[in-house]
């Protein structure tokens, strides 16, 4: 992939320097148990609004044995649910969409354009991209392994009430 379209510079960040570790993150998702898809947090960058996570893929993570026997892929909605966390993640924390909880609002341009597999870290990099305050925040996305582009898109989260099932009633 040509530097020009990276999101950030594979030498701007280090893998090695975790800034969020998964309890630090647990504090702005409330994503737990197999939906946790973020290991940690490396990179934040509030004025170029860019941040840098990933997730280390274990081998017992819930869809190997079934996705697919003897050849487990990472699925396809996963990647894009790290994405989602990361971006969520970066938008509580830094109070860009003036929401505690945030949706799945779309995606858009997604593109898968190579396996992840167990034992594989998907470094997952986010550029807020558009943000309507109380409304919408739409941010790309690409993931990487070992340096290789292997999903990117486009994101959307939506705010949602702090207590889904009263809001309902």
Excluded at 71 to 77: H, R
Aim: hydrophobic share 40%; glycine share 8%; with cysteine.
């Amino acid at each position: 992939m040509p530097a020009r379209d990276l999101i950030i510079g594979f030498d701007e960040y280090d893998l090695n320097h975790v800034i969020a570790d998964l309890e630090e993150i647990r504090r702005y998702n409330p994503h737990r148990y197999e939906m946790e898809q973020l290991t940690a947090i490396v990179y934040e960058d509030q004025q170029r609004k860019i941040c840098v996570g990933y997730k280390d893929v274990r081998h017992d993570e819930f869809w190997v044995r079934g996705h697919m026997p003897g050849m487990p892929l990472m699925p396809g909605v996963l990647m894009c649910e790290a994405a989602a966390q990361l971006c969520t993640y970066f938008a509580i924390r830094y109070d860009f969409l003036g929401a505690k909880v945030l949706g799945f609002g779309g995606l858009d341009d997604v593109r898968f354009r190579d396996p992840v597999l167990p034992g594989d870290r998907l470094v997952i990099v986010a550029q807020l991209v558009k943000v309507r305050r109380g409304a919408i925040i739409i941010s790309r996305f690409q993931g990487f392994v070992n340096q290789n582009l292997v999903v990117e898109g486009q994101i959307k989260g939506v705010p949602l009430p702090e207590n889904l099932h009263a809001h309902r009633r």
